[in-house]
């Protein structure tokens, strides 16, 4: 007889994804990667050329063209729009929910108790929560590498030619979301069958044999777009494209270069709540990891990722993502045994934790380090009151239930995220949203004023302005001659400082962009 399950945790967690949608209603792309892609995709519509992405009138080779497609379909059904991009993310992260419910089904196919908690873990494992309304291409690879992973348990499964098929389409889709970076998520994975799968892993001729097939398929797939690319956007973007984004970007790069440790002594964040849960631990024990292949097939997945990243070069937060899914399903994996409850204190961290950092945000402005900060000295009690609120019902649940359930830490940890993002974009509108700067540029266009940007321009005001011309260029070595030729113009730069007597300035995140006349030019301090 089959288990009746709870409708609210087959299908609860889709109003906690609807709330974290909504949050991408309350503020403006955030600078500089969101507004950076945004343009990117702005000057491909406006070019009419969908093959070669631009920003600022140049090639950008630093990501292929997948979400920038995205934006444009949705831009072609519905007209240039500012929310249709911005709901791209979620509804990757709506697939990446999905996904992780399918996958589990396919691991544990007699315990569908495994599958319907999975999004419910993954929609509050609070690096995905930060990520999964945000306009960038993680959350998007991250369907990728599900699809891959489903492909592999498909093959250990015997649908070989279903299951290679899988993981020919993520490699060829992963390539066009973030370029060769899916190897990395990919291939640790299906080179250790042997560890996961044991006894009824493929012989490793067979399991070379299918992945070399998969990977020249997902190529393939990958350069109908990359070589015409190549052709039309000449011989320095085809280099990049076809090497240097693989070899320089991921070995060689030096931007965000940071020792091998860097994520351990992030991972707790990343992973809160569910690593301060100690159900999830008492699970953990009682699962034996080695005696069944889902657990063996996800711990593969998440440890392998965390030692290939680490021992790359370059990290960011965001770069762990792919893995999360992973983590998602040991967790669901552990909780679902429903083990009964031996200690109840161990059920108070989670909303311990959560009171603490409520009454943490309420003192951060008096924070020695931290209140300097501009974004620190702008918000109030509210925010701290709201997270210790949460914190305060989840304890009652706990005590009226006696027990937390995992229904119930999701929404109180998806509450206070929509919370937070809420009250920081509220408090720090004016630093975020550039849209007053993309304009006051837009009218200097339409009055044929001359102006140029000073330093490292990012793409931060095309889309915002709806601007239809590069913006000039130049560095801190050319203002003098610059100015020379254009006395009556005007620069734009990038400054620690805000000036007194600046023509036009604004917040830029911690620093501020500002627009002074060309006589003033002897002020200049960009960054």
């Known amino acids: 007889m089959a288990i009746q399950l709870n409708p609210a945790l087959r299908w609860g967690f889709i ?102 908690l999975a999004p419910w873990v993954l929609i509050a494992t609070l690096l995905w929560t930060l990520f999964a309304s945000s306009t960038m291409f993680d959350i998007l690879l991250t369907c990728w590498v599900l699809l891959a992973m489903l492909g592999l348990i498909e093959v250990q499964q015997g649908s070989v030619i279903k299951g290679w098929l899988f993981v020919a389409l993520a490699i060829g889709w992963g390539l066009l979301a973030k370029g060769p970076v899916i190897f990395l998520h990919i291939l640790p994975v299906t080179l250790l069958m042997a560890v996961w799968a044991r006894s009824s892993a493929l012989p490793f001729y067979r399991l070379g044999l299918g992945l070399l097939l998969a990977v020249a398929l997902g190529a393939a797939l990958a350069l109908l777009w990359a070589l015409p690319a190549a052709m039309a956007g000449g011989d320095e973007y085809a280099g990049a494209i076809l090497w240097h984004q693989t070899a320089d970007r991921t070995v060689g790069t030096n931007i965000h270069k940071r020792s091998w440790f860097w994520y351990l002594p992030l991972l707790p964040m990343f992973l809160f709540p569910w690593l301060f849960w100690g159900r999830v631990w008492g699970g953990f024990r009682m699962t034996g990891f080695l005696d069944d292949l889902g657990s063996r097939f996800c711990l593969v997945w998440l440890l392998s990722t965390v030692v290939v990243f680490s021992l790359l070069p370059s990290k960011q937060v965001h770069y762990l993502i792919p893995m999360l899914p ?56 509210r925010w701290g009151l709201a997270v210790l609120t949460i914190g305060v019902l989840l304890a009652l649940s706990l005590w009226y239930w006696r027990r937390l359930t995992v229904i119930s830490i999701a929404t109180a940890v998806v509450g206070a995220v929509f919370v937070g993002f809420v009250l920081f974009f509220q ?36 889309f915002l302005g709806k601007l239809t011309a590069a913006v000039p260029v130049i560095n801190a070595d050319q203002v003098a001659d610059w100015v020379s030729a254009h006395p009556q113009g005007y620069l734009i730069s990038l400054e620690k400082r805000r000036p007194e007597a600046a023509f036009f300035s604004q917040g830029h995140r911690e620093y501020w962009l500002v627009f002074r006349k060309a006589s003033q030019f002897a002020d200049l301090n960009p960054l």
């Open 326 to 381: 992973a983590f998602a399903l040991l967790v669901s994996r552990a909780v679902a045994l429903d083990l009964p409850l031996k200690r109840y204190g161990s059920e108070m961290l989670v909303p311990l934790l959560l009171v603490l950092i409520g009454v943490f945000l309420m003192y951060l402005p008096q924070t020695p380090g931290l209140s300097a900060l501009a974004w620190v000295q702008t918000i109030d009690l």
């Open 427 to 462: 408090y720090n509108r004016d630093s975020y949203d550039l849209t007053p700067s993309a304009l006051q540029v837009k009218s200097f266009n339409q009055q044929a004023i001359e102006y140029a940007y000073v330093g490292n321009y990012q793409g931060q005001l095309q």
């Open 15 to 116: 109003p906690l994804w609807l709330l974290l949608t909504a949050t991408v209603f309350f503020r403006a792309p955030i600078p500089i990667d969101e507004t950076r892609y945004l343009t990117v995709a702005w000057e491909m519509w406006q070019r009419g050329d969908f093959l070669v992405p631009y920003l600022n009138g140049q090639t950008y080779s630093h990501k292929p063209p997948l979400l920038f497609w995205l934006f444009q379909l949705g831009w072609a059904v519905f007209g240039v729009n500012d929310w249709w991009p911005r709901l791209v993310g979620p509804l990757a992260a709506l697939l990446n929910l999905w996904l992780t419910q399918q996958l589990a089904l396919k691991l544990w196919p007699r315990q569908a108790r495994i599958a319907y």
